[in-house]
């Protein structure tokens, strides 16, 4: 639980100082402050999201306990479920922290954003949760020995996800592959709020298209992982 | 009634079967005991009975239905506990056995709690996390969660392993008492031969992946025809002894003034017509009756000729 506090902060302090410098910088220099905190807040909600419903995983093969779990009359349905309520739990405790800090130390109000910061917290939970499926039914697959990833895969979108940068930034090969990442939308339509004072929900429409694509297809590789581990035999993954 | 029927049982891993073709059924009531060598295959069975591990073929039915389509509803009667699964090490006691409780939605769980705390003697760790607590702590908290459901089939994988003696005996009479009372049936391995000797009402000898034998204990030791005969005997009778033991083919050993003589149960009577007829008085005399763990070792060593 301490670390849906811990790494939020701390991201929070690295990140703040950093605005505060580039503010020192430029004359625009309130929308790149809260450009910065708003995005560390929204990227942590997808990043818990991801790491809760995988690192649920992985205690429970670190506890030898994913028998326990699954002698009893749980289902799996019930279990993706319950791992998916804990992340987000913990990942709207840890954004409530985040926004609370941001505003203490920066003056960053995040509920600026309105109404449309559900819509933003909507699609990067999807995102968290077919990144934590896939993460799961990797380690389903190939134990505890490729752990990492559930440390790791989701920073691999994030470069993609233009979190502190606009995607035109990015060179044009980059760019196309990023209008697959679903993510990469929120953050885009959320610097278009803070600029422009609009949010084209039409590509908020394509980032939730893709979330379910994802979904769906992360789900059914989870559950055939589950199934292929059960033709090995649960007690064998660890 | 059968409560549990597993019918041509197969379990392959590539091209090796690591259970194969079993059939057994499972009585209310009945103590089974799975018996075998390392790698024979109970373990295998025991997940494939508990629905974590998918057969190659064969089916499992629990009280007349089929296990894979009726998975909810037969795991709410029945509980497992085996030395190869942990409860969470950062959980306490009544921790772990409260979010338990919930997984099987167990009606007045607070009472079902309390009684399981103190059927297995857990008062005093209560509020401590497992980390911290001894291994045989521990098979008693995993052996609290097996009963917590109050199950009507329980699947006991070596039970009171790291179990001081005290407390096993605790445990092997709680188990009987569960089966006396409430009917419980129970299919239980242990490499204990006296443990299950005194709690099994059937054994299941399974080598190799299938099933060798199926019978009482009792039975199961009649088919030990061998047996040793300890003599204590004056040094000078020696020699004859010896001689007509190794016309005899009779291993003998020397040990603490006594001589272990190995041969058939029916040859005993021969041995005694001999030390009579040769006038070799005896001092002492004992007869080691054949036990399961003689029938264990007779089915291992069977395993090892057929390996080597």
Request: hydrophobic fraction near 45%.
């Amino acid at each position: 639980m301490v670390d849906s506090f811990y790494w939020i902060t701390l991201d929070l302090i690295i990140w703040g100082i950093t605005g505060l410098y580039f503010q020192q910088l430029t004359a625009d220099s309130k929308q790149i402050i809260f450009m910065i905190i708003s995005g560390v807040i929204l990227w942590n909600i997808t990043y818990r999201a991801q790491s809760d419903i995988s690192l649920g995983l992985i205690e429970e093969l670190w506890n030898w306990n994913l028998i326990n779990l699954f002698v009893s009359p749980l289902t799996f349905i019930e279990w993706v479920v319950a791992l998916v309520t804990l992340g987000v739990v913990k990942s709207i405790m840890s954004f409530l922290f985040g926004a609370l800090v941001a505003f203490i130390l920066y003056k960053v109000g995040i509920f600026f954003l309105s109404i449309h910061l559900l819509t933003f917290i909507i699609l990067l939970l999807m995102t968290g949760w077919w990144l934590g499926f896939t993460v799961s039914a990797i380690v389903l697959r190939y134990g505890t020995r490729v752990q990492t990833l559930a440390w790791t895969l989701v920073w691999l979108i994030s470069p993609l996800s233009a979190i502190y940068y606009p995607l035109s930034i990015l060179p044009v090969w980059v760019q196309k592959i990023a209008i697959f990442v679903p993510t990469s939308y929120v953050f885009e339509q959320g610097r278009n709020l803070l600029y422009n004072g609009v949010v084209d929900y039409n590509k908020l429409l394509i980032s939730f298209g893709l979330n379910i694509l994802y979904l769906i297809a992360s789900i059914f590789f989870l559950r055939n992982s589950f199934d292929s581990v059960l033709k090995k035999g649960l007690v064998k993954v660890f | 009634m059968d409560i549990l029927e597993v019918k041509n049982l197969t379990k392959k891993f590539d091209k090796f079967a690591a259970v194969d073709n079993i059939s057994f059924s499972l009585k209310e009531g009945e103590i089974l005991g799975l018996l075998g060598p390392n790698g024979a295959g109970k373990t295998t069975t025991i997940q494939m009975l508990l629905g974590v591990l998918t057969p190659t073929k064969g089916t499992i039915a629990y009280f007349g239905k089929e296990l894979h389509e009726n998975r909810e509803e037969i795991l709410e009667k029945i509980n497992f506990s085996s030395t190869y699964t942990n409860l969470p090490w950062n959980l306490t006691v009544k921790e772990n056995l409260t979010f338990i409780s919930y997984l099987y939605d167990i009606k007045e769980r607070s009472d079902r709690i309390q009684e399981v705390i103190d059927n297995f003697r857990l008062k005093e760790i209560l509020d401590q996390p497992l980390r911290e607590l001894s291994s045989g702590q521990i098979t008693r908290i995993n052996l609290a969660k097996a009963f917590i459901n109050d199950p009507k089939i329980l699947l006991l994988d070596e039970p009171t392993a790291s179990l001081d003696p005290e407390i096993a005996k605790f445990i092997r009479d709680f188990i009987l008492k569960q089966r006396d009372e409430k009917k419980t049936s129970i299919v239980f391995t242990s490499h204990n031969m006296t443990e299950v000797e005194e709690v099994c009402d059937r054994i299941l000898f399974i080598n190799n992946g299938k099933i060798v034998a199926d019978d009482t204990p009792d039975n199961l030791m009649k088919t030990i025809d061998e047996t040793t005969v300890n003599l204590v005997i004056d040094k000078n009778n020696e020699k004859p002894l010896l001689d007509y033991t190794k016309h005899k083919n009779w291993e003998i050993k020397y040990e603490d003034r006594q001589y272990s003589i190995h041969l058939k149960e029916k040859e005993i009577a021969e041995l005694l017509t001999f030390l009579s007829s040769k006038n070799i008085p005896y001092h002492e005399i004992s007869i080691d009756k054949p036990g399961l763990e003689d029938y264990f070792l007779k089915i291992a060593r069977k395993n090892k000729f057929r390996e080597a």
